[in-house]
């Protein structure tokens, strides 16, 4: 079946302009993430979904930051005022959830140059 | 909150020798630890797991090893081949219920034929 997949591959905005990111998880999968990892670096979490519940958002580096989910599926990473040190690839996983571990999947990742 | 730390940060091997990359944990209560193999410009993909409830697990060529005790878990790969070549990030899971992973650094494995 199809994976996880993410939109846009690549993304260049310039400085202070606000971006959005897509994510369209694996159908049936209630848990989402979104991770970011900048040039060279390991993943970073961001933000977590049950449903469209985040009870977890305590890796946002800061208020420019936010995320939404609608319908259980979709999820929208939206950045404002973007800054130079928010380029990097940022990256969605899904993962069936609902209680247990189950493995996370990964999109290919958006990256996003702030130039 | 959890922190995970993995060495090397590098590691080069000839092809048919083995490589063992180990991560360290500080959150006692974490009770899964998956590794990610992820080739340059792709995206992570899971290669194995371990729980808290066993102290190895093996699939053909790579095993991983859990020390709870000492809170650290290790990647070993026997018989390495060019296309393993890539960076493996550990993870764990921390106490607190919503599965986020915590991620080490990296290591950037170099096969050489």
């Known amino acids: 079946g199809a994976g996880v997949s993410q939109s846009p591959s690549n993304k260049v905005t310039e400085k202070g302009k606000d971006v959005e990111l897509r994510c369209d998880p694996i159908s049936g999968h209630t848990a989402l993430y979104w991770y970011r990892q900048s040039l060279g670096q390991g993943l970073e979490f961001l933000i977590y979904f049950q449903g469209n519940s985040a009870p977890d958002k305590s890796g946002l580096p800061s208020d420019r930051f936010s995320a939404e989910r609608t319908g259980g599926s979709v999820s929208t990473l939206t950045i404002q005022r973007t800054q130079q040190e928010d380029s990097a690839v940022y990256l969605c996983?899904?993962?069936?959830?609902?209680?247990?571990?189950?493995?996370?999947?990964f999109g290919p990742g958006t990256r996003l140059t702030v130039t | 909150g959890e922190n995970v730390e993995q060495h090397p940060s590098t590691l080069s091997v000839q092809e048919g020798d083995s490589a063992v990359i180990k991560c360290t944990y500080s959150d006692s209560a974490s009770n899964y630890f998956p590794w990610y193999k992820q080739e340059l410009g792709k995206r992570p993909q899971l290669i194995i797991d371990?729980?808290?409830?066993?102290g190895e697990k093996k699939d053909q060529r790579i095993a991983v090893t859990l020390n709870k005790t000492a809170k650290h878990f290790s990647l070993h790969i026997t018989e390495t081949q060019p296309e393993d070549s890539a960076v493996y990030f550990c993870a764990a899971i921390p106490s607190g219920g919503y599965n986020k992973l915590i991620f080490g650094a990296g290591t950037r494995l170099a096969v050489h034929p």
């Open positions: 996983a899904s993962s069936a959830g609902g209680g247990g571990i189950y493995e996370q999947y």
């Open positions: 371990i729980r808290s409830n066993v």
